[in-house]
C-alpha cells in the first residue's frame, strides 16, 4: 500500500518569505508527527498530532511554526518568515495509533532558504 | 539536558565482521527504546523496540539489542554484517506515559566492505 508521501521533495526559498510544507500519512494512521533534522543533527522532535489535535507542541522551536492537520489525516507545517537557520530536511511520520510505537517516515522535505 | 547519545558517528566494516553500535541516554524512570535503520535512498524505518520484558530483543534481518538498565544502554548487534547492512543506524527513546515524541541520537553511519 501507499506510504507516508511529503511534499514538495526539495524547497528552496528567499529569507522573510513563508513556505508550506505538506504530509499525507498512510490511510488510517490516526497519529501524524512531524520532525526536523539539521545538517550534522539528529532528528528533533516538533510536534504530534492525535486526529486533529496536537496534545505535544513543545518541539516547536519558535512561533514563526505551526502545524495543522484537517479530517485527521493531511497536516501542513508552515514557516512564516523563515530563516537561514530553518534549513533542514523536514520529516513527517505517521502510527496506526497512538501508542502504536512503530512510526512510518516518509521522504522527508529538504528546506533551503537562501 | 535529557539526551541520547551514540558513540560511534562512522564504522566500516568487512563483510563477516561483527557489529556493535553504542546507544546510551540519560533518562531516568521507565523508557521505552528503539533502533531505526535508514538505507540508501530509502525512508527511516523500525529495526526493533524495547518495551518490557526480556533485555535482549530481536529485530528484522539478524540484528538485535541488549538493554541494560543500569548502564542506561541499548546497544545494537550483528554476529554476521553484510554489505546490505551498509545504512545509517538512529537510536531513539521516549519516556512512558502520554508523551509521544522520541528523542534521537545523532546516527552511527555504517560501511560494510565486500
Known amino acids: 500500500g501507499a506510504g507516508v508521501s511529503q511534499s514538495p521533495s526539495n524547497k528552496v526559498t528567499e529569507k522573510g518569505k513563508d513556505v508550506e510544507l505538506r504530509c499525507d500519512p498512510i490511510?488510517?494512521?490516526?497519529?501524524l508527527y512531524w520532525y526536523r533534522q539539521s545538517l550534522g543533527q539528529g532528528l528533533e522532535f516538533l510536534i504530534y498530532?492525535?486526529?486533529?489535535?496536537?496534545?505535544?507542541k513543545s518541539g516547536l522551536p519558535s512561533d514563526r511554526f505551526s502545524a495543522e492537520r484537517t479530517g485527521g489525516s493531511v497536516s501542513t507545517l508552515t514557516i512564516q518568515r523563515t530563516q537561514q537557520e530553518d534549513s533542514a530536511v523536514y520529516l513527517c511520520?505517521?502510527?496506526?495509533?497512538?501508542?502504536?510505537?512503530?512510526?512510518?517516515f516518509g521522504p522527508g522535505t529538504r528546506l533551503t532558504v537562501t | 539536558a535529557q539526551s541520547v547519545s551514540q558513540h560511534n558517528h562512522h564504522v566500516i566494516l568487512s563483510e563477516a565482521a561483527s557489529l556493535e553500535l553504542g546507544c546510551n541516554y540519560s533518562?531516568?524512570?521507565?523508557?521505552?527504546l528503539f533502533w531505526y535503520v535508514q538505507y540508501p535512498g530509502q525512508h527511516l524505518q523500525l529495526l526493533l523496540k524495547?518495551?518490557?520484558?526480556d533485555p535482549l530483543v530481536k529485530g528484522i534481518k539478524g540484528f538485535e539489542a541488549e538493554f541494560i538498565k543500569s548502564k542506561f544502554s541499548f546497544n545494537l548487534r550483528k554476529p554476521s554484517v553484510q554489505w546490505s547492512d551498509t545504512a545509517e543506524y538512529f537510536c531513539?527513546?521516549?519516556?512512558?506515559?502520554?508523551?509521544?515524541?522520541?528523542?534521537w541520537g545523532l546516527g552511527t553511519s555504517l560501511g560494510v566492505n565486500p
Open positions: 511520520a505517521s502510527s496506526l495509533r497512538d501508542g502504536a510505537w512503530e512510526q512510518y
Open positions: 490511510s488510517g494512521h490516526t497519529a
Open positions: 498530532f492525535q486526529g486533529n489535535s496536537a496534545p505535544d
Open positions: 533518562y531516568g524512570g521507565t523508557v521505552n
Open positions: 524495547y518495551f518490557s520484558g
Open positions: 531513539a527513546v521516549n519516556r512512558d506515559g502520554n508523551n509521544r515524541k522520541l528523542i
